[in-house]
């Protein structure tokens, strides 16, 4: 069965054949002096000229946020890296950006950017956010709990506020919002206070060449990359080890998901490769502004919890829909090789049918080999939202259990074995 449907592919950024150093600008090397005020000052200066390269020379650089502007490239040369403050007060005053699928104002993003068009982060350097002064915050979940009340009451965003040490939101490392025309290729990331590459509703986008390094068990939600609500994307080499998701698609959480309504859309997921993860390439669990049209190939799961998840909760709304996986291959699984399910409560949704169910329909498996996982195949959907039209082909599977299948409507399967 074909889902997918062929789109235009991204361009991504257009640059202007300009280049300025960071050593132009007064910036310190040796990680000691804060450079913030140079990265400021060198793209307001390239902004001025119409845009340009911004390079970043071999070393160690500290700095707070750094924040794009239209027409800049941010290349770090090999052997650059960028180490980001851990002093809090750099990352304020709070900016507009999106925690976990809802709206809200909270600390920048290391790397920062909204409604900006042409933008590109790019070379072989380092892009290190010193996110372990962060992570202890996700213990205290006062912030993230106000946060997804507030959505669900639709307080007016202004006043959705998060910035404290009461009500703390952990940034992440790369957040771009509302952006046309976007590359991120080459760089390493490491660190990472929270989701490391977040682009949010940006259209025209390419992420191509990148390695996630964040420690396993002590980087909570670090997840290496996730789309959200973006449209005409390519995700195109992406090297994983990190505390959370390898890749993932998002669409907005409950109410407010579904009142701004930006789906997740056309976009080509290829040549992941999870050292460490918890999902493979995962779409959820926030998708209630939906999540349509996905083509996933060519992906390599050595360690995860799961390879392909799909997972969503009663009240998330929207729909998952025409998503097509081919060439898959994984080793060792703890749980599913592949997991569809509408049974996520990790985040307090309670079991059982609700007001706004999602639905999930037209999902093609095509080409998904594993040797080992504990199931091979989770299918569950609920009584009143079954799963619908899910096919799988030229599938194989050591498992401890072959296949859990509950409330599916339209299940083919052929060539497909557990051993």
Not at 7 to 14: D, Y
Not at 92 to 112: D, H
Not at 173 to 190: A, D, R, S
Request: charged share 20%.
């Amino acid at each position: 069965m074909n889902c997918f449907t062929p789109f235009e592919l991204p361009t991504g950024a257009q640059i202007p054949d300009r280049q300025v150093s960071l050593c132009d600008f007064g910036a310190v090397p040796g990680g000691k002096v804060k450079n913030t005020r140079a990265f400021s000052e060198a793209i307001s200066s390239l902004e001025a000229l119409g845009g340009g390269r911004l390079n970043v020379p071999r070393g160690l650089w500290l700095s707070g946020p750094i924040h794009l502007k239209s027409k800049i490239e941010l290349h770090l040369e090999k052997g650059a890296e960028i180490r980001f403050s851990m002093d809090r007060e750099d990352y304020l005053p709070p900016v507009f950006t999106m925690y976990e699928g809802v709206r809200c104002y909270s600390y920048s993003a290391q790397i920062y950017a909204r409604d900006c068009h042409d933008i590109a982060v790019t070379g072989e350097g380092t892009l290190n956010g010193q996110g372990f002064c962060w992570w202890y915050s996700a213990v205290d979940r006062r912030g993230v709990e106000a946060l997804y009340q507030a959505g669900q009451d639709d307080l007016p965003v202004e006043k959705r506020v998060y910035a404290s040490d009461e009500l703390c939101l952990r940034p992440g490392l790369l957040h771009f919002i509302g952006c046309e025309n976007v590359t991120i290729q080459g760089n390493t990331y490491t660190f990472s206070p929270f989701w490391t590459i977040h682009p949010t509703w940006c259209k025209n986008l390419i992420v191509k060449d990148i390695c996630v390094r964040n420690p396993w068990v002590h980087a909570p939600n670090t997840d290496g990359c996730n789309l959200e609500g973006c449209q005409r994307a390519l995700v195109d080499g992406v090297d994983t080890d990190t505390g959370d998701d390898a890749v993932c698609l998002k669409a907005g959480r409950d109410a407010d998901g579904r009142r701004v309504g930006r789906p997740c859309q056309d976009v080509i997921v290829r040549r992941v490769l999870t050292r460490r993860s918890h999902g493979g390439v995962t779409i959820g669990s926030e998708m209630s502004g939906g999540v349509r049209n996905i083509l996933v190939e060519d992906c390599e799961f050595r360690q995860s919890l799961i390879g392909l998840w799909i997972k969503t909760a009663p009240e998330r709304g929207g729909i998952v829909e025409n998503i097509e996986y081919r060439n898959i291959r994984a080793e060792h699984l703890r749980e599913s090789a592949l997991c569809i399910t509408m049974g996520y409560y990790v985040d307090g949704n309670l079991p059982g049918d609700a007001p706004f169910m999602p639905r999930v329909k037209n999902i093609s498996v095509n080409g998904l080999h594993c040797q080992y996982a504990g199931t091979g195949v989770l299918l569950q959907g609920m009584e009143k939202s079954p799963l619908e039209g899910i096919s799988l082909h030229n599938f194989t599977c050591h498992a401890g259990t072959s296949l859990k299948v509950e409330h599916v409507q339209g299940l083919n399967m052929e060539n497909v074995r557990f051993f």
